[in-house]
Nanobody
Framework: VQLQASGGGLVQAGGSLRLSCAAS????????MSWFRQAPGKEREFVAA????????FYTDSVTGRFSISRDNAKNTVWLQMNSLKPEDTAVYYC?????????????????WGKGTLVTVSS
């Protein structure tokens, strides 16, 4: 499956952004989806994941209550709504596809990666 993330940009602290990830090539609804991010000089880290049906979602502690992951299988799209952004959220954000949501939190569980989109949060 091919993944294309978009929606990144420059935003002030406290602001919001909505990232999109469009999928093509294989049946989107077969995959759980996740978002990772990588800040300069740091390792890529898990942000959020959603099951194939959208019925289960998971978040890393630092974004819980601020970020929301959702998907529309009819549109082959997954979104990451990011609110109350902080400078420490600055990173390149990547969408990813995996077989089951239980492994979507781990780099080793990812089957497909999209190209990243840069999010910069100014203080």
């Amino acid at each position: 499956v091919q993944l294309q993330a978009s929606g990144g940009g420059l935003v002030q602290a406290g602001g919001s952004l909505r990232l999109s990830c469009a999928a093509s090539g294989r049946t989107f609804s077969n995959y759980a989806m996740s978002w990772f991010r990588q800040a300069p000089g740091k390792e890529r880290e898990f942000v959020a994941a959603i099951s194939w049906s959208g019925g289960s979602t998971f978040y890393t502690d630092s974004v819980t209550g601020r970020f929301s992951i959702s998907r529309d299988n009819a549109k082959n799209t997954v979104w990451l709504q990011m609110n109350s952004l902080k400078p420490e959220d600055t990173a390149v954000y990547y969408c990813a596809a995996c077989a089951v949501v239980a492994v979507c939190k781990n780099l080793s569980g990812i089957g497909y990666w999209g190209k990243g989109t840069l999010v910069t949060v100014s203080s």
